[in-house]
């Protein structure tokens, strides 16, 4: 059986005119490889709303898991929830529950819920929420989208709340060669044994170290039997 | 004149899953920026046939430029170049100039030019050279596609040949306004001024530092007079 595919959207000029580098991508890939969920692609758009609602419904459409970041905050540019609602077309607006934890959050601070901070209970109708112990303003889910806080402690505490909830597959194994040779040395061979394994991806990623060339040989799947075959064949072929 | 726009396709296993991190989005983006050029878009696909055309043929159409970085070596899994000729439906072969680039680099250094290494010059018909010079295989431009190599160094050394050859617009500005006050706190009148200046793009990035919240106000634009303006405004409001 294959493994279930995800795809991740980050909302947010900030990453796209070179200001943050974004450090959510990094951290969503490797918790979704740990549960046998294939990223299959990531897309990074600005905070405009037709660039959002097409990449959200094009991706919901391809994956059978859709993680977005950013964008949903108190301020005028935080705008994900309500283009959630228009790529699903449901109503959306400030939600109670979605209130009530804010309300009881800024209470117990002695500080004013007014109007910006209530845009952070703005729910799509039929979205489930996803609790935020960091900064308590939830995220939510609809269908199958997640959609999550861009500040990577917050996006980090909503991945670990929604990775349990997913469907995974097989454990993805990847096991690493490092070949001290140039990958226009190895390539013929290592072609023909990507051929041999169709089940797994062999991927091959060239580095320069004190002025020698080298490559990582990695190899990944699902079948650790046929994984530890083709590590064994490598290593006959390029470490003898 | 709205400033031109570009996007970015990221291609390659390893990122999405989690075990590099990209570095050449960051390094474009700030760029791009230099020269007025916005960069309004960044997807990542895997090393997959049919994703990457797509891709491909959805920015190329949507941008005014595109940028894609990897996969344009010589291992089995560097498709890039035969995906290009795909989206473009023009034939792609080993040709004569980028060989002879590879054949001269080789023979210096008393290496074969063997077959896996001639995937390197295989380069789809109309397209132009990108001179390399770090490695000599070589990146293409085709129509408003420039592809270049995933390795940073030479992605880099791609992005400096071809900046210069791109219609940029005015420089865009960016100014920063540091506020000790939590978002929810500034989000009312920070939206207002937004409103005010709809030629800016004003964003509003929380953090947290020493148990306190507070928030980066940017204001991007390319007309410095209207940049200037808001920043008072806003150092009016927030800094009083």
Redesign the interface.
């Given at each position: 059986m294959p493994n279930p595919t995800a795809a991740m959207l980050v909302i947010g000029?900030?990453?796209?005119?070179?200001?943050?580098?974004?450090a959510n991508?990094?951290?969503?890939?490797?918790e979704?490889?740990k549960v046998g969920i294939?990223?299959?692609?990531?897309?990074?758009?600005?905070?405009?709303r037709d660039?959002i609602v097409s990449a959200l419904n094009d991706l919901r459409a391809a994956h059978d898991t859709v993680i977005t970041s950013g964008g949903i905050?108190?301020?005028?540019?935080d705008i994900t929830a309500d283009c959630v609602a228009a790529a699903f077309g449901v109503h959306v607006d400030v939600r109670d529950d979605a209130a009530a934890l804010l309300q009881a959050h800024y209470d117990s601070r002695g500080?004013e819920f007014?109007?910006?901070?209530k845009?952070?209970a703005r729910i799509p109708d039929g979205a489930t929420l996803i609790e935020n112990p960091v900064s308590i303003a939830p995220g939510f889910t609809i269908g199958n989208v997640h959609v999550m806080a861009g500040?990577p402690?917050v996006f980090q505490a909503m991945v670990a709340s929604v990775i349990p909830t997913l469907t995974g597959g097989a454990p993805?194994l990847?096991q690493t060669l490092r070949v001290d040779r140039g990958?226009?040395?190895?390539?013929?061979p290592?072609?023909r044994i990507?051929?041999e394994f169709p089940d797994l991806?062999?991927?091959?990623?060239?580095f320069?170290q004190n002025g020698a060339y080298g490559s990582n040989i990695?190899v990944?799947g699902s079948d650790g039997v046929q994984v530890d075959h083709a590590m064994a064949r490598l290593a006959e072929l390029f470490t003898a």
């Open positions: 000029d900030e990453i796209l005119s070179g200001r943050t580098r974004d991508m990094h951290h969503l890939a490797q979704l490889t294939n990223l299959r692609e990531v897309r990074i758009v600005s905070d405009d660039a905050g108190p301020t005028h540019d500080m007014n109007d910006a901070r845009r952070m500040v402690s993805i990847s990958e226009g040395d190895i390539a013929g290592l072609g990507a051929e991806s062999i991927g091959s990623y060239p320069q990695v990944r």
